[in-house]
Structure formats: C-alpha cells, structure tokens
C-alpha cells in the first residue's frame, strides 16, 4: 500500500491503453478518480503527493486489478 500524505492515500492504479488510471482516497471529500496525464489538473496537493509517488506509479508497484462489474457472472 501506498504511504499516506496528509489527508491523501493512494489506492490504486490501473494502466488502461497508454494511459494510468489513479484512484485517491482523500478523508474530506472520498475517492478522486484521474488519469495520470491529467494530473496538472488536480489540486496542489494531489499533484505533490502523486509527483512523490510518479516513480513507483510507472513501475507497477501499486498496479491492482480492479473488479469490473459488468463481466462478473450473478450469483445467487
């Protein structure tokens, strides 16, 4: 897991295309979803935080395999 910054923790990220899915934790105000080439639009706060992370971002070190729920078979 991801250190935690201030009120900020990162909870996943998942590569899509070319592209890196980011999932944020923020204890104010719930889950920030972006793409990390959008990451000059966020607050400066995230920006500093996933700045810090970008490394480990872009090795996989915190690559999860999100559930989707569209193909998931009912049960039950």
């Keep these: 897991m ?5 009120n ?4 996943a990220t998942t590569k899509q295309d070319q592209d890196i899915h980011v999932t944020i ?3 104010e105000v719930g889950f920030i979803y972006f793409y990390l ?3 000059k639009l966020q607050r400066k706060d995230v920006q500093a935080y996933i700045t810090d992370l ?3 971002i872009l090795s996989g070190v915190y690559d ?4 989707d ?3 998931e078979e009912i049960c039950c």
């Design 69 to 71: 729920m569209a193909k």
């Design 25 to 27: 934790l923020d204890q």
């Design 8 to 11: 900020l923790r990162l909870v």
């Design 64 to 67: 999860a395999q999100l559930v």
């Design 2 to 6: 991801a250190p935690k910054a201030n």
């Design 37 to 39: 080439s959008d990451i």
């Design 54 to 56: 970008h490394p480990k």
